[in-house]
């Protein structure tokens, strides 16, 4: 009796946990043919020629305004653009016009003058615009060491950066070719006699400055070599302050591209005659590329760009558009609606 007795009591807790455990597997395994044969519980609506139509005219309804909103937004920008890469060319050398850029001993100061069409609010935005730059290029695009520029000498490898990884032996950093191309045209504005203070802080990302360019890594061995690809670094500010590096290393996606020079912190009135002083160094002659200088204002939406707000537009006509159509077709032949019992479903509904 001792021993049979346990046995019995284990016996019938078994049986007991297996038959309240068969509920939940006939369960489970409900659920699994349901998934399986897609026969859950899910919303079927029935698209009716009226409840399309409604939703298209919606849609459009929505759009339309959105794409207007964005439209003003952008065209209250004020841009002034000038292209000065032909004009600064002396004349007795715009048929030679790469001899000239490579040719140290010619000055390369040229003075334009801009007139500001309407009353330009600050932060007024500097940017250098370059067309025909093709920033994407595989090769280019991969010559550049990131542990580098968060590292500095302690990270020896700069095999990344070919062809302007090391140079008489010992490593470039900056090292790569996005780096060694760094912009090096410059800009100094005068509004009559009085200079405009131009400034420099804060045009890069802050996740770059702080996350991605070492605070105790210095420019060294750069721009030392025989060919001069850009502008030169100051060997005595960390990377992580020389914001026209870090601005120039987010290589554009597109050929034709702006970068931001720096932000004129005082209003600009209608009419006034802006000076500017630049120096034409650098070099887009040689592949047919063009540069431009832009000062623009921003809104709620950024800068000027009427692609946001005409895709806005187009769609919304369409979907009106489409509307209509549909609109006339179910006037024009209207159909009977469709039995929505599916013979798939008879024998749910019999039961």
Known sequence: MDVEG?????????????????????????????????????????????????????????FIPIGLLCLYASESVIEIVDRYDIDCVPDNLKSQKVAYIKDNSVSKNCTRYLKVPQNMKAPIYIYYQLDNYYQNHRRYVKSRSDKQLL????????????????????????????????????????????????????????????HKYGKDVYPFNFQSGPLIGGATLDPDIPLSD???????????????????????????????????????????????????????????????????GMSYVTVGSSFIFLAFVFLLLHVKNPRPYGDTNLSWNWKGMSN
């Open 6 to 62: 346990p046995s019995t009591l284990s016996g019938n807790g078994a049986q007991s946990v297996e038959s309240r455990s068969h509920p939940v597997r006939r369960h489970l395994d409900d659920a699994v043919y349901q998934f399986t044969q897609q026969n859950l519980p899910a919303c079927k609506p029935v698209l009716t020629p009226a409840w399309v139509i409604s939703m298209f005219f919606l849609i459009g309804v929505i």
């Open 242 to 308: 020389q914001e026209n590096l870090i601005v120039w290393m987010r290589t554009a996606a597109l050929p034709t591209f702006r970068k931001l020079y720096g932000k004129i912190e005082v209003d600009l009135e209608e009419g006034d005659l802006i000076m500017v002083n630049l120096v034409n160094n650098y070099n887009t002659y040689s592949f047919g590329g063009r540069k431009k200088l832009v000062l623009s204002t921003t809104s709620w939406l950024g800068g000027r760009n009427n692609f946001l």
């Open 151 to 210: 590292h500095g000498l302690q990270y020896n490898d700069t095999s990344s950066c070919n062809p302007e990884g090391e140079n008489n032996g010992l490593p470039i950093v900056p090292c790569g070719l996005i780096a060694w191309s760094l912009f090096n045209d410059t800009y100094s504005f005068f509004n009559g006699a009085d200079a405009i203070n131009v400034n420099r802080k804060n045009i890069a990302w802050r996740s770059d400055r702080e």
